[in-house]
């Protein structure tokens, strides 16, 4: 019996994809809200001369992502790809360009991408934990096996987000001003992620060193490779 529940539940994802990923009639008024839920959808673009590209969708009620999909496809293969929801008050809200490059190395690494779509506000991994804490967590986030994958998660709660930049609190954003903001089109799906050299492992001895994030990760890891904002 609870398996057949489950079922249904799956279906009901399903159709919500669907109507997400359906093309909506350019004339017709189709409210970004039906009965409290918002269907956003996001083109991916490469950033780094990744290569990557992709589509995501997001089904929003509330202070909750009832769905959310990413299908990628141009990624570094075979390697593990971090992906959030960036947000913040005082950020654009947009992808980056190259001039935000401020040591002018020539990468854009996810420390200078910030001003444009602000820090993590959703972790979008396979499993557990979905805040911020668990952005680097690279063991959770999905694998690009030939450097594609159809990522697919539901039911995941906004949080509250310190450095969002909500003035007044510390700079900490509440869960329902930070839901707000991504239902009305201001979060910024991004995938990060480049194997530069192609030698089939992000490395700390590769040129590009260690992140900015962590200096245990190689910033091979942690650059970002492809972004979209979900509106
Ligand atoms: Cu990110």
Redesign the pocket.
């Known amino acids: 019996m609870k398996k057949n529940i489950k079922l249904v539940l799956g279906l009901g994802a399903a159709a919500l994809i669907a109507v997400s990923m359906g093309a909506a009639p350019a004339s017709a008024h189709v409210p970004k809200s039906v009965r409290g839920n918002v269907v956003l959808t996001a083109h991916l673009t490469e950033l780094n001369n990744s290569g990557a590209s992709g589509k995501a969708f997001a089904v929003v009620r509330g202070e909750t992502i009832r769905a959310i999909g990413i299908r990628a496809k141009g990624l570094s293969p075979d390697a593990p790809h971090?992906?959030?929801i960036?947000y913040g008050e005082q950020a654009l809200n947009e992808c980056p360009t190259l001039a935000l490059d401020k040591n002018g190395d020539g990468r854009l690494n996810?420390v200078e991408g910030v001003p444009a779509y602000g820090p993590?506000v959703v972790s979008l991994n396979t499993s557990g934990d979905t805040t911020p804490a668990s952005?680097l967590d690279v063991s959770r986030f999905p694998v690009s096996k030939n450097g594609s994958y159809n990522y697919l998660r539901t039911n995941i709660r906004f949080t509250d987000v310190a450095g969002t930049g909500y003035p007044g609190a510390g700079g900490l954003g509440t869960a329902a001003q930070i839901a707000e903001a991504i239902r009305d089109g201001e979060g910024v799906v991004?995938i990060?992620g480049i194997d530069y050299d192609g030698n089939g492992t992000y490395n700390l001895s590769d040129p590009e060193g260690a992140s900015e994030l962590d200096p245990t990760l190689p910033a091979e890891a942690t650059d970002?490779a492809a972004c979209g904002v979900l509106r």
């Open positions: 971090a992906q959030h960036h996810t993590v952005f991004v990060h970002p």
